[in-house]
């Protein structure tokens, strides 16, 4: 029987994306949302009852009480599975992180080309974290030390890794309590992979507890260092211009992409870029300039540093490609799909392959080094102008919308105080007095599973109108900004009487663009600021937050929902759950899924649950928020309180004649 294809409409809610999709079928070239139709997922690995774990599988348990061949039970397999996924996300986000800190240790030594120090008040805001003195030393001196320190938390054998220090005091305790602070961010995942080993552990919950640790080496360990390091080097965000979506491609000069995660070498293409020497290279090649645009975190990098405009999130990687505009898409590591290079091979785009982890069967390989960086970006780019004149037919969809991306968490402070009084007392005001109903951090992938950006969009549409300010990351905040979200004015008629008062009044947009996928540690960062503003409790656990992944597909967003459970957020993913099992699972007492919700929910306060159907999850997170606004004992929300000032009400104001704006303003008019 021929498997149902969707329509261009059906795949993706994006006008630019249904442009190319159309243009992909006329051309006949398959795409992740054509290969998703072409192959459903295998319904017993999806729901978590496979395991493949030794040779004497792969066993399948798909009748209640079967077990494997060893006799590993289907809770113990699904907790082996997710912890396998979650190890392997926090290894990613760690690796990361390890190579900003050898980036930073190398340029405290001189021995980069093209990097500097940029944020010294930044890296001075770290070291104190640590008692690192930076008195009377150099930035130099500072970084090297820093580095050093970061360096050793991933090798530490023994003791507590020191990261976790920065949250609220009362969840550190829970962490001692429960034994779950990283020794060492690779020893947990070295771990994990142990435990799940044929014949090791196998009580569910044992595997989980380490499966919070292993979380923590990510959040409050490999993340926040990567995150760190990247603002001591790059610069600390701050709102900026930008634009996104495929309509940011150029007919008229090298586009070149840059896609993946690492700010290093993008960074450095972006100094390349603007080099008078790459620019007449490319008017010589007959184009207007080289336009580098960026795919997935490495965009949201340096879209929020320098404004380069994103051609937009996963889903858009092949798209891209398929405008026929693109003369090189440079990719570094993460979230790459294999599925290029033949896509590539339609066109004239050339595949540039430039860490030492990854490479790809028939893409260009061009080796990065830090010690070379610039120059190797700029033969990145050359190689990308040498192809200018290998372009075909283009057909670039005209859609783009602006955005302001760059919410820090130190942006954050200061937004709401100014540089004298910075501070959170404002935003906690906004939550106690109930013109904030709570907050939503919306963040992680897309999936071709799901319409690309519909889930995404439609949470984030119904919680804005429902007063909840929302902040995002990764490919969820390039779906929000596609919509106009992310644009000070444009959203907010699309948003609830309190909180436009409050955007209206700080001057931000509805949605808060903090970055990158590793940035979910500035969502640490503000949460941990907000306890201890005072007002709404002492510990994560008690805020009215919580934190959705509508569009999930990557480990390493699983490895995001374990450390925000471990902080104590109520975490929500969308599309399908890996361990729901049988549909009878959940009336289960044994179950995994019941366990990483209520049993974590015991321990932490926080819980991680798979809900399907976005209604729903719109649904739990109001109920939760509210639960917790009644917990501290915060006024009911109630809408019809707020939206009588603000910007809106001054120019009502203001078109009043005389009389009747006294009359307004005071009760009475003035004589
Ligand atoms: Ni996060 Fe960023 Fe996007 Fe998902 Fe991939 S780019 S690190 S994993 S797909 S949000």
């Not at 994006?14 to 319904?43: H, K, V, W, Y």
């Not at 390091?229 to 309509?247: C, E, K, M, R, V």
């Not at 007959?286 to 937009?312: D, F, H, K, W, Y």
């Not at 450390?563 to 929500?572: D, E, L, N, T």
Request: aromatic content about 4%; glycine content about 10%.
């Amino acid at each position: 029987m021929a498997r149902k294809m969707r329509t261009p409409e059906e795949r993706s809610v994006d006008p630019a994306a249904q442009q190319m999709l159309i243009r992909a079928d006329e051309l006949g070239i398959g795409t992740a949302f054509s290969r998703a139709d072409a192959m459903p997922p295998c319904n017993i690995g999806a729901a978590g009852m496979c395991c493949k774990l030794c040779g004497m599988g792969p066993c399948r348990l798909t009748k209640d009480g079967q077990t494997g061949v060893c006799g590993a039970t289907i809770d113990t397999i699904q907790a082996r599975n997710l912890i396998r996924a979650i190890a392997a996300g926090s290894a990613a986000h760690s690796d990361h992180g390890r190579d900003m800190a050898f980036t930073l240790k190398a340029v405290a030594n001189g021995e980069t080309e093209g990097y500097r120090i940029k944020d010294v008040a930044k890296l001075h805001m770290v070291a104190e974290k640590y008692d690192i003195a930076t008195d009377g030393r150099t930035p130099e001196e500072v970084a090297d030390e820093l580095a050093d320190l970061y360096i050793s938390q991933f090798g530490q054998q023994r003791g507590e890794t020191i990261v976790y220090k920065r949250a609220p005091a009362k969840r550190q305790k829970i962490w001692k309590e429960q034994g779950v602070i990283p020794r060492g961010l690779d020893r947990e995942i070295v771990e994990a992979l142990h435990r799940t080993h044929m014949g090791d552990d196998q009580d569910p919950e044992h595997i989980l507890n380490h499966a919070i640790r292993t979380g923590l080496a990510d959040g409050w360990g490999g993340s926040m260092i990567a995150t760190d390091i990247s603002d001591i080097l790059f610069g600390t965000p701050a709102p900026i211009l930008g634009q996104t979506n495929l309509g940011v491609l150029k007919d008229d000069m090298v586009n070149v992409v840059v896609h993946g995660h690492e700010p290093t070498l993008s960074q450095m293409i972006v100094a390349a870029s603007q080099d008078p020497e790459i620019i007449e290279y490319a008017r010589q090649a007959g184009a207007n300039g080289v336009n580098l645009t960026g795919i997935c975190c490495t965009a949201n990098e340096i879209l929020m540093r320098q404004g380069i405009p994103a051609a937009g999130n996963f889903l858009h990687q092949e798209l891209s490609i398929l405008t026929g505009s693109v003369e090189a898409m440079v990719v570094d590591v993460q979230c790459i799909m294999q599925a290029l290079v033949g896509l590539a091979e339609n066109f004239h785009t050339k595949i540039i392959t430039t860490s030492s982890k990854v490479r790809i069967t028939g893409a260009t390989h061009i080796q990065f080094h830090e010690g070379s960086a610039l120059t190797t970006a700029k033969a990145i780019l050359r190689e990308a102008i040498d192809n200018y004149k290998n372009r075909g037919q283009v057909e670039i969809p005209d859609v783009r919308e602006a955005l302001v991306p760059g919410f820090s968490h130190e942006y954050i402070n200061y937004m709401l105080g100014g540089s004298y009084r910075a501070s959170f007392r404002p935003l906690n005001d906004a939550i106690m007095s109930g013109r904030i109903r709570g907050v939503a951090a919306i963040v992680g992938c897309n999936n071709p599973r799901s319409s690309q950006d519909y889930l995404h969009n439609k949470v984030t549409k119904a919680l804005l109108k429902q007063d909840v300010l929302v902040v995002q990351t990764g490919c969820g905040a390039i779906a929000a900004a596609k919509l106009g979200l992310l644009l000070g004015e444009a959203g907010l008629d699309q948003v609830g009487p309190g909180l436009r008062e409050i955007c209206e009044t700080i001057g931000i947009p509805p949605v808060l663009h903090m970055g990158s996928c590793v940035d979910n540690t500035r969502i640490l960062t503000v949460l941990t600021q907000m306890v201890e503003e005072g007002g709404l409790g002492d510990d994560i656990d008690q805020l009215p937050a919580v934190g959705l992944a509508p569009e999930w597909m990557s480990e390493k967003a699983l490895a995001i929902g374990a450390y925000c459970v471990a902080s104590g957020a109520y975490v929500m993913f969308g599309g399908s759950s890996p361990i729901s099992g049988m549909p009878d699972r959940m009336s289960d007492s044994d179950s995994v899924a019941r366990y990483i919700s209520e049993g974590w929910e015991a321990i932490y306060g926080g819980k991680l649950e798979f809900v399907e159907d976005p209604d729903d999850m719109i649904r739990r997170t109001l109920d939760h928020i509210d639960k917790k606004r009644a917990a501290l004992g915060l006024p009911e929300y109630d809408p019809n309180r707020w939206g009588r000032s603000g910007d809106r009400r001054m120019l009502e104001l203001e078109a009043m004649p005389l009389f009747e704006r006294q009359q307004a303003i005071y009760g009475v008019a003035a004589d």
